[in-house]
T-cell receptor, first 113, second 115 residues
C-alpha cells in the first residue's frame, strides 16, 4: 500500500531564509513521487516529480526535492523563501499503475516579511 | 493555467438534491480524474476515466457517479446530497492511462456547498 506522511502541518519562515518541507513515503515498490502547491482558492500546480531517474529533482520557482530511498523521504527545499511561496504544499505518491494518487495531509507554508 | 477547466466555480444547493460538475481536460489528454477535498478528509481520489472507460476507482460513494464523453470531457454527478458532501471537487487530466511517465494537471475546482 502507498501512503505519504507530511511531518509538519504548518511551517513558518522569514523571507529570504531556506524552506524545508518534510515528506516520508511508504510504498511496496519504487514509487513515483510528486510535490504540488495550492495557493488560496486555486487548483493544484505541479512543482516537481520523481520517477526513478535522478534522485535530486529540480522543479519550478527554485524548488527542489531529493529522493532518499534509505530514509523513505522526499523532502522539498528552496534556498530562499519569497512571499509568493506562501501556500499549501502536498506530497503525493502514486501507485505502481500511476492511476491512483495518494495525498499527504498538506503543509501550510507561511512566509514572514 | 493548467489547461483543465471546470464548471461551475461555485455551486450552492440543498440536501437531497442532485448536481452535475463538468470538467474539460487539457487538449490531447485522455485521462480524467476526480478528487474531493474537504477539511476533515483532505484530498481523496474518487475515480479515473481513460478514453471513455472507467479505469480506477477510489473512495467514491454509491450516490456519486461519473462518465467521460466521446469528446473526452467528464461529468461528476452527485445525488441525494448531504451536508457532508460540501467540499472542493477537483478534476485533473493526464496524457496517458497512468504509469511512471504520466503527470496529472489539476483544474481550479468546483466549490460545492450543501445547505
Amino acid at each position: 500500500a502507498q501512503s505519504v506522511t507530511q511531518l509538519d502541518s504548518h511551517v513558518s519562515v522569514s523571507e529570504g531564509t531556506p524552506v524545508l518541507l518534510r515528506c516520508n513515503y511508504s510504498s511496496s515498490y519504487s514509487p513515483s513521487l510528486f510535490w504540488y502547491v495550492q495557493h488560496p482558492n486555486k487548483g493544484l500546480q505541479l512543482l516537481l516529480k520523481y520517477t526513478s531517474a535522478a534522485t535530486l529533482v529540480k522543479g519550478i520557482n527554485g524548488f527542489e526535492a531529493e529522493f532518499k530511498k534509505s530514509e523513505t523521504s522526499f523532502h522539498l527545499t528552496k534556498p530562499s523563501a519569497h512571499m509568493s511561496d506562501a501556500a499549501e504544499y502536498f506530497c503525493v505518491v502514486s501507485d505502481t499503475t500511476g492511476n491512483q494518487f495518494y495525498f499527504g495531509t498538506g503543509t501550510s507554508l507561511t512566509v514572514i516579511p | 493555467d493548467s489547461g483543465v477547466t471546470q464548471t461551475p466555480k461555485h455551486l450552492i444547493t440543498a440536501t437531497g438534491q442532485r448536481v452535475t460538475l463538468r470538467c474539460s481536460p487539457r487538449s490531447g489528454d485522455l485521462s480524467v480524474y476526480w478528487y474531493q477535498q474537504s477539511l476533515d478528509q483532505g484530498l481523496q481520489f474518487l475515480i479515473q476515466y481513460y478514453n471513455g472507460e472507467e479505469r480506477a476507482k477510489g473512495n467514491i460513494l454509491e450516490r456519486f457517479s461519473a462518465q467521460q464523453f466521446p469528446d473526452l470531457h467528464s461529468e461528476l454527478n452527485l445525488s441525494s446530497l448531504e451536508l457532508g458532501d460540501s467540499a472542493l471537487y477537483f478534476c485533473a487530466s493526464s496524457a496517458l492511462a497512468g504509469g511512471y511517465a504520466d503527470t496529472q494537471y489539476f483544474g481550479p475546482g468546483t466549490r460545492l456547498t450543501v445547505l
